[in-house]
């Protein structure tokens, strides 16, 4: 290369390297372009968002949105936290019996409806790997205790979490770690049940 290019080359690229230095924080400035989003529902989930904000967009969780509303959880659920969720799809929803969701979502039913959704609550923040440590300590199971008060017990089955409630229902983890600003949330294929 001949003086002239190699003087000219080097200018543009300590150019380039100084536009980067100062587009890159104002680039990362909206608070989501460097997050690690999960997908859920066909929409991101941003970690920068709390769990309501990142619900009210998963077109998979509709029901479970509709749902926290009637039962005047969205001022909880978009509160500090920290929340470990375990979020019902609207196809664990709609494998109830038939009538329950529409009974449930009743003004008078509020108590009861209360009670399945903080069912799946816990409180703390409980990634996919520390529930795996808590049922690796537990011996092959985890007990959990939920905002609603009764217990839930963690599974493992391969690299598959599992969650079991009162009635011995389980739902399988599909999606695990979608972290939030107050929490986690791992999306389950069954709605679970207190006693």
């Known amino acids: ?17 100084a536009f980067a230095a100062v587009a890159a ?34 077109k998979d969780h ?7 509303k009637a039962a005047g959880l969205v001022d909880t659920l978009s509160g500090p936290g920290p929340f470990t969720v375990f979020a019902p799809t609207n196809a664990a929803f709609a494998a109830l019996p ?3 969701v529409d009974t449930l979502l009743k ?15 816990v409180a703390g923040r409980m990634t996919a790997g520390d529930l795996m440590a808590a049922i690796k300590k537990g011996g092959g199971k985890a007990s959990l205790t ?9 599974t493992q089955s391969g690299k598959t979490l599992w969650v ?3 009635k011995g229902g389980r739902a399988r983890v599909s999606i695990g770690d979608v ?3 107050n929490g986690v949330i791992h999306v389950v294929d069954k709605v679970l049940m207190p006693k």
């Open 1 to 17: 290369m001949n003086p002239i290019r190699n003087r000219l080359f080097l200018a543009c690229t300590a150019l380039s390297l």
């Open 25 to 58: 924080p104002a680039f990362a400035a909206d608070g989501m372009s460097k997050e690690r989003t999960v997908t859920v529902g066909g929409a991101p989930m941003y970690p920068s968002k709390n769990i309501v904000q990142n619900a009210v967009n998963s």
């Open 62 to 68: 509709t029901t479970l949105v509709a749902a926290v």
């Open 98 to 100: 038939a009538g329950t």
């Open 107 to 121: 003004p008078e039913n509020k108590g009861t409806l209360t009670k399945v959704l903080t069912y799946h609550v």
């Open 146 to 154: 939920t905002v609603e008060g009764e217990p839930l017990t963690a």
């Open 164 to 166: 079991v409630d009162a």
């Open 179 to 181: 972290l939030q600003s």
